[in-house]
């Protein structure tokens, strides 16, 4: 006999499928049958219009949307069905919600036809969420089985069914279509996104591969092209990861600069290292775009934790004026780069090692400045940051899985064997050493300008987010790339750089590993596994610099040709 949780999940997994309506129902093919699913396979089940709609990114489509010229109604049409074959074929979503997203659409469209103007800058553009934004008559499992039919695990109250996360009161402010929820790895604490609900989350790109985590339906979602933008979440790399193992950009802000006010998450109340919020979408006009529609909402009116920090052009600007592309040619000059190939501690693959020497060249190419960045080292940084993941011993988690009796996934299971818990004292003692590290990585940082030739010290950091482009299935052992980022709280974008091919991307025999978990790492790459995955790499910039970050990062897309 199943127990009541194998009941209870297979239920939910069932109700969700049964969401999809049965002229969008497709026979999956095994994995090995179809490694990739994007382009021209999903093509198949789509109309020409539906395909013009779905691969034009989020800032064309409101374009079309503002001005009236596309219904809110046929482009969010186009994106259900689009997000319903992607779950078909990577269990990418946890919730869907497809007729009261066509509800507000018709709605949106009224609203045109009655004033000629849109409702705000988001008008008619679908946007996607990660299972930890409350949605009103939306359940939030964030994959738990225990917290299916609750409100995070307890019992539903006449709130609950209408309780939104602050988010999310904003982006309908702004005239967005939310239309789906995707998943998440219990926990929220894997690069791979798998639960006992939907269980687990492929690659679209490549199906012996992993979308990432804890973003991982956002990633596959997106790379699917079943949502034009999405919002997830990074406390180790949460974004990035998924935004560069499906191709997409991706940003993980400073903390304090979008709101989270509202929103579910574990272990909450762990303030070391903060969750925050983010986009990664198809484009960096697309990112940019729902990030200044957010702002202009004054987040901080409604968010304690939110900074008063409205947009400010003057740092793409000064971006803008160095490569040229605006003002007059007496302002160009040179951008400054750190390359940061490897921390010493886990070496990259071949794949992304060649990714790093891609952008390298080009940007060497066009004039600007590449140093090597030898910053302090890493090790002390990552020991002191992943403190904060198992601060209260594992409480928090344990306690929602004996909701249910559910097993923990093996990508977190060590969750299981924690026992000890911080002290007061203890915690404190670590927050005084990440304040001290802090302080060590901003003086090294400031000391570049010595070596940088232009009078600044580096714009941004090269470096991979991850030792792989993509993780095989429970083989996601080293988080170093990503997790740095968090635990200086720095800003940080993805880009998308080339695919492996297993005639060039080969094994290098001769390399030898720094230990056994680097070891571990090398060993899992196979060039025929991960023939045609997405490599990317991360440039990482100083705190809350989101803009300058995201016009460096359009730029450094658009020199290598993405």
């Known amino acids: 006999m199943p127990k009541e949780w194998e009941t209870l999940a297979k239920k939910k997994r069932e109700a969700i499928l049964e969401a999809i309506p049965q002229e969008w129902r497709i026979n999956n093919p095994p994995n090995d049958q179809q490694l990739d699913v994007t382009g021209a396979y999903i093509h198949q089940y789509l109309t020409p219009r539906e395909v013009e709609i779905t691969e034009t990114t989020a800032d064309d489509i409101v374009k079309q ?63 996607s969420l990660k299972d930890q934004f409350h949605v009103r008559d939306v359940e939030t499992t964030m994959g738990y089985v225990g917290w299916i039919g609750t409100f995070e695990g307890r019992e539903r109250t006449a709130k609950s069914p209408i309780f939104e996360s602050e988010m999310v009161r904003e982006l309908r402010d702004a005239g967005a279509v939310l239309f789906c929820k995707t998943a998440v790895p219990h926990t929220l604490m894997s690069g791979e996104t798998v639960n006992n609900i939907i269980g687990y989350t492929w690659n679209p790109r490549n199906r012996n591969l992993s979308a990432g985590g804890s973003s991982g339906g956002e990633g596959a979602l997106i790379g699917l092209r079943g949502s034009p933008v999405g919002f997830g979440t990074d406390i180790g790399g949460s974004i990035r990861i998924p935004a560069g193992f499906n191709g997409l950009y991706g940003i993980r802000p400073s903390g304090g600069r979008l709101p989270y006010e509202g929103m579910a998450n574990s272990m909450d109340g762990q303030n070391s290292v903060l969750s925050v919020v983010g986009p990664l979408g198809t484009s960096v006009a697309g990112l940019r775009l729902v990030i200044k529609a957010l702002l202009e909402r004054r987040p901080w009116l409604y968010d304690p934790l939110v900074l008063e920090l409205p947009w400010r052009d003057e740092l793409e600007r000064e971006v803008s004026e160095v490569t040229g592309k605006v003002g007059d040619a007496g302002m160009v000059g040179k951008l400054c780069f750190g390359v940061f190939e490897s921390d010493g501690i ?42 904060s993941w198992w601060y209260d011993g594992g409480h928090d988690v344990k306690s929602v899985f004996a909701l249910s009796g559910e097993p923990m996934a093996p990508q977190v299971a060590f969750y299981q064997d924690l026992e000890k818990e911080f002290s007061g004292s203890e915690i404190a003692a670590t927050n005084v050493r990440l304040r001290q590290l802090k302080k060590e990585y901003m ?13 600044r010290p580096v714009d941004a950091i090269i470096t991979p987010l991850a030792p792989f482009p993509a993780a095989r299935p429970e083989m996601y052992s080293y988080y170093g790339y990503s997790t740095w980022v968090n635990v200086l709280d720095y800003t940080s974008v993805v880009v998308p750089v080339t695919n492996v091919d297993k005639e060039v991307d080969l094994v290098d025999k001769d390399y030898v590993p720094i ?48």
């Open 65 to 127: 949307t503002t001005t009236g010229r596309w219904s809110a109604e046929e482009v969010t049409r186009a994106f259900c069905h689009r997000a319903a074959l992607a779950h078909q074929l990577t269990n990418c979503l946890h919730e869907i919600f497809f007729s009261a997203a066509l509800t507000t659409a018709k709605s949106l469209d009224a609203h045109y036809a009655q004033h000629n103007k849109p409702l705000g800058p988001l008008h008619g553009l679908p946007i």
């Open 346 to 387: 886990v070496g990259p693959t071949p794949p992304v090692r060649r990714a790093v020497k891609i952008v390298v060249e080009k940007l060497k190419e066009l004039g600007h400045v590449v140093v090597e960045w030898k910053p302090p080292p890493h090790k002390a940084i990552l020991s002191e940051g992943m403190k």
């Open 443 to 455: 003086d090294y940082w400031n000391s570049t300008e010595t070596v940088t030739g232009t009078g």
């Open 515 to 562: 230990d056994e978990g680097d070891k571990k790492v090398y060993d899992s790459y196979d060039p025929e596994i991960y023939d045609g995955a997405h490599v990317s790499l991360q440039l990482v910039g100083r705190r809350l610099q989101e803009e300058k970050m995201l016009a460096i990062a359009e730029y450094v897309g658009k020199a290598i040709g993405k």
